[in-house]
């Protein structure tokens, strides 16, 4: 049996991970490459390995750096089915069809303005490609193992992290494999706690935030604090936010601040991203999957009045009156939230709030690394907004909380492999797991593949 590491080696992006044994390939995560230019050129290169030999894609979650490169695979020949948690492919529907969307939007943009180096832009792939992935969708219900190509067996376990993510366990040839995905957070006021797992022969294992631990302080409170002095200022706070997850974590933060009237009475909340109000409407039907009712869910999402034409959209961006503008993506890449940081960034007295993880190379990280100007349309763009980032609302365990999970393990793997995470927190998260539980573990590289049968139990 063979592993090999297609994507999120080294990095925060591009999950994908091939398992092959005996003819059969499953793919575990089929995400994009986001960030910095060579990493986003990786998502234009031939797949390593021919997508029509791929027997079967498992999902375990519907990030876009987990499942947004499918309608390339698909567009490229693979044409078996793609398994996930219902909750899951419900939300990757919505985010596969944006993304498409935005692919298309950009490349036409780009033409139009002649921005490109292309003669014509075009995009990774289309709508058409997206619904085409969309029908090779197959929920897989928790709680049991499932079959999904020849001898190999599949279950899926509550991962927290956003809703519908899920832990994948697989075994195959006599071998019980774990793919961790993306950990959620322990205590979280919205997710569940990832579940334990008490054994696996090998593990893959995340390391967003190996090599920190996340603020402590109450979120409610900064967060009340930021909005009352920017509207003081007379200015508008912008939170560009991950449409699925991140988004229901604010509104739920800020529905509390409201009804506990610690916010300026007069300060509307808008939610300008209609990816985000359809992902709103998903949660409400997933109670089992969160800690909260529907009834609770759908108070949260009242908070905020939507936003769903770009004329209303454009109007935010016109009005002189506070406000909070939550608008997709989370790391400023794209969407709507670009056209409102070009009217507020400028602004000295507006404020834009980050809400977690910003990787290398994305609009949102270099804002926070102190960037004096931002490109956005083939224009410099001042930055003059106070800047914050609230990592206290992080989806992703930090290092201890991974501690904390792996604590669960009766037994160490054979071998533990650490994957999405830069380089400096995957080798934090190895030497700790290294020095603390003695297990046999190490950071990935790109491309890397590794034959099993060397990493035996010894």
């Known amino acids: 049996m063979e592993l090999s590491f297609l994507g999120a080696a080294g990095t925060v992006t591009g999950s994908r991970h091939l398992l092959e044994s005996g003819g059969k390939r499953v793919l575990v995560d089929c995400g994009l490459f986001q960030g910095l230019k ?41 044409k078996g089915p793609i398994y996930a948690s219902p909750a899951t492919l419900e939300l990757a529907e919505v985010l596969l069809l944006d993304s498409a969307h935005i692919q298309e939007s950009d490349a036409e943009f780009a033409n139009r303005h002649k921005l490109s180096s292309h003669e014509p832009a075009l995009p990774l792939y289309t709508r058409k490609d997206a619904q085409r992935a969309i029908d090779l969708f197959q929920p897989l219900e928790r709680g049991s193992f499932h079959p999904i190509a020849g001898n190999i067996k599949i279950k899926l376990h509550r991962a927290g992290h956003i809703l519908g993510a899920s832990i994948v366990e697989v075994k195959w040839d006599g071998r019980t494999l774990v793919f961790s995905g993306d950990l959620g957070r322990y205590n979280d ?20 935030y190996g090599d920190r631990s996340h603020d402590t302080s109450p979120p409610e409170s900064v967060l009340e604090a930021l909005i009352v002095r920017t509207a003081e200022r007379g200015g508008t706070v912008v939170i560009p936010a991950f449409a699925v997850g991140r988004v229901q974590l604010l509104l739920y933060y800020l529905h ?17 991203s209609p990816m985000s109000v359809r992902a709103q409407e998903i949660h409400c039907d997933y109670p089992g999957e969160q800690k909260l009712t529907k009834a609770q869910v759908r108070d949260v999402n009242a908070v905020a009045t939507r936003i769903e034409s770009v004329e209303e959209s454009k109007a935010l961006d016109t009005s002189v009156m506070p406000k909070i503008i939550i608008s997709a993506s989370g790391m400023a890449t794209g969407g709507r939230v670009i056209h409102h940081l070009k009217r507020y960034a400028p602004d000295p007295r507006s404020s834009v709030l980050f809400a977690g993880y910003q990787a290398a190379g994305t609009r949102g990280a270099k804002m926070l690394a102190g960037a004096q100007t931002i490109k ?16 206290m609302l992080s989806a992703h365990a930090d290092a201890n909380e991974i501690l904390r999970w792996l604590g669960g393990f009766r037994q160490a793997p054979s071998h533990t ?14 030497c700790r797991i290294k020095d603390e539980l003695g297990w046999r573990v190490r950071a990935v590289e790109h491309l890397e593949k590794v034959d099993l049968t060397h990493h035996e139990r010894r």
Do not use: C
Request: hydrophobic share 40%.
């Open 38 to 78: 060579f990493l986003r050129q990786r998502n234009w290169a031939p797949f390593p390995v021919n997508p029509a030999a791929i027997d079967a894609v498992v999902l375990t979650h519907a990030h876009l750096d987990h499942s947004g490169y499918l309608p390339r695979l698909v567009r490229d020949g693979f």
């Open 189 to 208: 006021p919205v997710m569940p706690d990832p579940d334990l797992i008490e054994q696996a022969d090998y593990l893959v294992l995340e390391s967003t």
């Open 256 to 272: 509390r601040l409201r009804s506990q009237n610690r916010l300026p009475q007069n300060m509307p909340i808008y939610l300008d």
């Open 376 to 391: 956005i349309h083939g224009e410099y763009i001042p930055v003059k907004a106070e800047l914050d980032n609230l990592s």
């Open 417 to 430: 492999f650490l994957v999405h995470g830069e380089p400096e927190a995957a080798d934090a998260l190895r």
